[in-house]
């Protein structure tokens, strides 16, 4: 079990910026594994620092189906950075667990390639598109204090953000 518990809106350490991190120690990878945890047991297919509370560019991601008995396939980031991003556009329906049970497409560059830092402190590079892509990008975005409902019309985000509300109000969150 993690320690973690996954942040909501509209706390306002989601909209700040993470820090980067010096290396990737024993220490980070004891978070990176916490939030893998905490991610799996939400259940979710991405999640940044900020969302438990923790301002260091750090992500995890496991896109495996686990209810198709997949093996588990967990990326772990420490300071993520796109250095390609198509011009070409993908819009998918997008969620979060800092915004639970909303969703709304995004628009984002369909294919990326991303630089970061892996488990083992190794540079490595990814490139996503489809799925994998929209998660690393929203995922990149939380680290830079933005979150999907950003990206929409205030009118949308402002709905989404009562819903959010009134589902804490009854206690159903
Ligand atoms: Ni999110």
New binding site residues.
């Given amino acids: 079990m993690s320690d973690y518990k996954i942040i909501t809106v509209p706390d306002p350490v989601l909209k700040q910026t993470a820090h980067a991190v010096s290396g990737v120690d024993d220490s980070l990878r004891k978070q990176m594994d916490a939030m893998l945890q905490t991610m799996y047991d939400a259940p979710?297919i991405?999640?940044?620092a900020n969302?438990v509370g923790l301002l260091n560019r750090v992500l995890v991601m496991d896109l495996s189906r686990r209810d198709d008995d997949e093996e588990p396939n967990p990326i772990c980031m420490a300071n993520p950075e796109i250095i390609y991003e198509s011009e070409q556009m993908s819009v998918m329906e997008?969620?979060?667990?800092?915004?639970p049970r909303q969703a709304a497409d995004v628009e984002r560059p369909a294919i990326v390639r991303v630089k970061y830092l892996d488990y083992n402190g190794k540079e490595a590079e990814l490139e996503a598109e489809g799925l994998l892509s929209h998660c690393v990008q929203?995922?990149i975005?939380?680290l830079n204090g933005v979150?999907?409902i950003d990206y929409l019309s205030s009118l949308k985000r402002n709905m989404i953000l009562k819903r959010v509300q009134k589902l804490k109000k009854q206690s159903l969150l």
């Fill in positions: 979710g991405g999640l940044a969302q997008e969620g979060c667990l800092s915004i929203h995922e975005d939380h979150l999907f």
